[in-house]
């Protein structure tokens, strides 16, 4: 079965420094999601992805946060210069069309010391 | 704004009691909504959808979950738990036009032989 692949599952990173998080969406999808998940809180969109642009964003993905589709099959993240509450697990997901369920990946845990 | 809220951040029962997750909804127009389930250390998977066909929607280990308009509620429930239940639970609704998912504080789940 396909399935959302995420790398790496984990990345500790120092405070200011920029980081990539790398998402595989399973291949016939067509919109694209970021989350994250502080320890112990709840799951927080960040951004959705559709058509090679951002179609909705929250508060949280502020301007040190960027995607990208560079290739046609990853998607990644991007945090420009790291804080310390961006320690969090960031999960990518990728769903077929709207109203379908999304499926996510395993998540990859940042942090930031 | 779509919202979904969990009564109860943590349930516990003993194995083979009823199991019963609460998830109350906000939505202005009708809504599709999901229970994701998160095992320790691991990613969010799909336990059920409702996307506006039947309003009692079976999911897959056990789960069920009904729709109530009324109520503006959508409960999980399983007639009897198993140890492997165990888990987080995350109730979600989807927003938008790009299906951006907005999460519940999730509950816990706790299972006593």
């Known amino acids: 079965e396909p399935e959302v692949t995420q790398t790496p599952s984990h990345q500790v990173t120092q405070m200011g420094q920029e980081v990539i998080l790398r998402c595989v969406p399973i291949s016939n999808h067509l919109y694209f999601y970021w989350y994250r998940q502080i320890l112990g809180q709840k799951v927080e969109f960040l951004v959705s992805?559709?058509?090679?642009?951002?179609?909705?964003k929250s508060e949280i993905f502020d301007d040190q946060f960027s995607v990208e589709r560079p290739d046609g099959s990853n998607f990644t993240l991007k945090i420009r210069s790291t804080k310390l509450e961006d320690s969090a697990m960031y999960f990518c997901?990728?769903?077929?069309?709207?109203?379908?369920?999304?499926?996510f990946g395993p998540g990859t845990r940042l942090t930031v010391t | 704004a779509q919202s979904v809220t969990q009564l109860g951040s943590h349930v516990s029962v003993s194995e083979g009691a009823l199991v019963l997750l609460r998830c109350n909804y906000s939505s202005s127009v009708p809504p599709y909504l999901f229970w994701y389930v998160q095992y320790p250390n691991q990613g969010l998977q799909l336990l059920l959808k409702y996307t506006s066909a039947a309003t009692l929607v079976k999911g897959i280990n056990g789960f069920e979950a009904e729709f109530k308009k009324s109520e503006t509620s959508f409960h999980l429930t399983k007639p009897s738990a198993h140890m492997s239940d165990a888990a987080e639970y995350f109730c979600?609704?989807?927003?938008?036009?790009?299906?951006?998912?907005?999460f519940g504080a999730g509950t816990r789940l706790t299972v006593k032989p």
């Open positions: 992805f559709y058509n090679n642009e951002i179609s909705e």
């Open positions: 979600a609704v989807s927003v938008g036009n790009n299906n951006d998912m907005r």
């Open positions: 997901a990728s769903c077929r069309d709207r109203h379908y369920e999304q499926y």
